[in-house]
């Protein structure tokens, strides 16, 4: 794959937050750009199509156990300040990342209530659910609009959205709007990597006012040619442009219970 230099992109009505990132994140941030690059999959008949099998795909080898963990621990440090009350998980790709924010935040000895934005087109009838929400949100995947459902939630607490990839953001958005018309205070939205150029980012941001944050940020893509941001970029927020509550600098030292990243092997979860 032929990949062009890194791209800055300017998108309206958003500014770049860079966090304090732990050495560890840092050295993870690197792996993942070298990884994004020499594994990105792409599909013929979706010209904007991006797959990480590393990142999505947990039904192929290459799905890297160790590498989510890491990379809910860069969520978290991006988000360092409030602990969630809800963990909210997209299906399906997205599931996994999001249980290893949950976990993480366990092993912190926080107890957030783990939920599923479940797609119900890979349930059976039986097992529909008869409490929640039922909503439908488009698909760019699988090009068609899909039945979520969201359990219904207390309205005052706080959530951390947590998803795969975010394109266009049809299926984000929806799942955002059900949980702040629950009452839900979503306080961020993390990701393992965004395709930027897709619009998603500028939308999510800019009606929801949510600070987003990607592990892993794809500016543009052209064929089998794919570009990303700049390295200085790569660990920041990105916020709506205008003072608020994340408009502060990030100097808490970020510590783990567990044993540091540095020293772990990948281990199955």
Do not use: C
């Not at 792409?42 to 890297?64: G, Q, S, T, W």
């Amino acid at each position: 794959m032929v990949v062009e230099n890194p791209l800055h992109v300017e998108m309206s009505g958003i500014r770049r937050v860079p966090f304090q990132a732990s050495s560890a994140t840092r050295s993870h941030s690197v792996a993942l750009r070298a990884q994004t690059l020499a594994v990105a999959e792409f599909r013929p008949d979706l010209p904007n199509y991006v797959v990480l099998p590393f990142a999505n795909r947990i039904d192929r080898p290459e799905f890297d156990h160790f590498a989510q963990r890491l990379t809910a621990r860069l969520l978290l440090e991006a988000f360092r300040g409030f602990t969630p009350d809800y963990v909210v998980g997209i299906a399906n790709s997205g599931l996994p990342l999001a249980r290893a924010v949950n976990r993480e935040l366990l092993e912190q000895v926080k107890d957030p209530r783990f939920v599923e934005a479940t797609n119900l087109h890979d349930i059976s009838k039986r097992d529909h659910p008869k409490d929640g929400v039922i909503f439908n949100a488009h698909s760019y995947s699988r090009q068609a609009e899909v039945k979520f459902h969201l359990p219904q939630l207390e309205a005052g607490k706080t959530a951390l959205v947590i998803d795969d990839v975010l394109a266009k953001g049809g299926i984000s958005r929806e799942v955002l709007r059900q949980l702040l018309a629950m009452g839900v205070d979503v306080k961020g939205f993390g990701l393992y990597f965004t395709k930027l150029w897709e619009g998603g980012m500028e939308e999510i941001v800019g009606e929801f006012g949510i600070p987003v944050v990607p592990a892993i940020a794809i500016a543009s893509k052209e064929g089998t040619k794919i570009t990303l941001v700049p390295e200085s970029e790569s660990l920041v927020r990105y916020e709506r442009d205008e003072v608020g509550k994340w408009n502060k600098p990030d100097v808490t030292p970020v510590k783990y219970p567990s044993t540091s990243v540095e020293d772990a092997p990948p281990q199955e979860f």
